[in-house]
């Protein structure tokens, strides 16, 4: 496909829009800071893990989100700290004081999303809400912190997506849910128009696996419409260089990766690399 072809919408989100500075370049997420760098193995999601993409020049930085026992956001993947920590016990069973005491790998502190916010000013975050409740403190987060344009919210459940979308009254970016996407996908575009609202969302991302099993998800298809619907398209967890460089020819707008150093390489290699301002 003719990457010349492709045109990156404009959303009216600041946080997707900033593309559109730079011509040609895309969005590069690192996946949880960039957990599968050689130097941040076993370091997932901490504050480490995320200077250290921003180091190397990451400003858009991806991260989960579970509520604390006294509702304070915890940037983890897991409900459980187990894999993480090697020790046993549930996020929403400690404070966030706590958590602070409980190192993953050993050696660095469960970070607060407002310690993220703090540390790394000008950068910004698309963060996955994991736990019930996250909703509503990430909404009181971002507005202490005017941090609107600094944030997209994803999450596998409508429920909480729902939930956000409501409390945040449209003023922040959200990526689809599965439901949604399922239907932006597999419903003809003239029928896709119909149905209702609460069946199609009000989302300005759909971020998504290259492929569900042997099955293809993202095409150029697929791209050409979400961007004829105003939408991007971002594609998650990317390692690979040669399935990177694929899935920008088919005109992707934005890339998740563990690999922070691979996936840099090759979009300054290749001149799509979105510099900091």
């Known amino acids: 496909m003719d990457t010349a072809s492709v045109t990156t919408p404009r959303t009216g989100r600041p946080f997707l829009d900033?593309?559109?500075?730079?011509?040609?370049?895309?969005?590069?997420?690192?996946?949880?800071?960039?957990a599968a760098h050689p130097d941040l193995l076993g370091l997932e999601n901490t504050l480490a893990a995320f200077s250290h993409a921003y180091e190397l020049g990451y400003r858009y930085l991806e991260t989960d989100v579970h509520l604390s026992a006294d509702g304070?956001?915890?940037?983890v993947h897991d409900a459980a700290?187990?894999?993480?920590?090697?020790e046993a016990g549930s996020v929403a069973d400690l404070s966030a004081a706590e958590a602070a005491q409980v190192?993953?790998?050993?050696?660095?502190?469960?970070?607060?999303?407002?310690?993220?916010?703090?540390?790394?000013?000008?950068?910004?975050?698309?963060?996955?809400?994991?736990?019930?409740?996250?909703?509503?403190?990430?909404?009181?987060?971002?507005?202490?912190?005017?941090?609107?344009?600094?944030v997209l919210v994803g999450s596998f459940s409508p429920g909480r997506m729902r939930e956000f979308r409501r409390l945040s009254a449209g003023l922040v970016a959200t990526s689809a849910t599965p439901p949604e996407v399922a239907a932006f996908v597999a419903v003809p575009r003239a029928s896709y128009r119909n149905l209702p609202a609460t069946v199609v969302g009000d989302f300005d991302a759909l971020q998504l696996p290259r492929r569900r099993g042997p099955l293809p998800v993202v095409t150029a298809a697929l791209v050409r419409r979400a961007h004829r619907a105003g939408r991007h398209v971002h594609v998650w967890t990317v390692d690979d260089p040669v399935e990177a460089d694929e899935l920008l020819a088919l005109g992707v707008d934005?890339?998740?990766?563990?690999?922070?150093?691979?996936?840099?390489?090759?979009?300054?290699?290749?001149?799509?690399?979105l510099e900091a301002a």
């Open 254 to 273: 934005g890339l998740m990766t563990d690999r922070t150093d691979l996936v840099r390489d090759l979009l300054v290699g290749r001149g799509r690399w």
């Open 81 to 86: 700290l187990d894999r993480v920590t090697g």
């Open 103 to 150: 190192l993953v790998g050993g050696r660095e502190p469960v970070p607060t999303l407002g310690d993220l916010f703090d540390a790394l000013p000008d950068a910004r975050f698309n963060v996955d809400l994991k736990s019930d409740g996250a909703a509503a403190a990430l909404v009181e987060l971002i507005t202490a912190r005017r941090a609107h344009d600094r």
């Open 72 to 75: 304070v956001l915890l940037a």
């Open 18 to 34: 900033a593309v559109l500075d730079q011509p040609g370049a895309v969005l590069a997420f690192a996946h949880r800071g960039g």
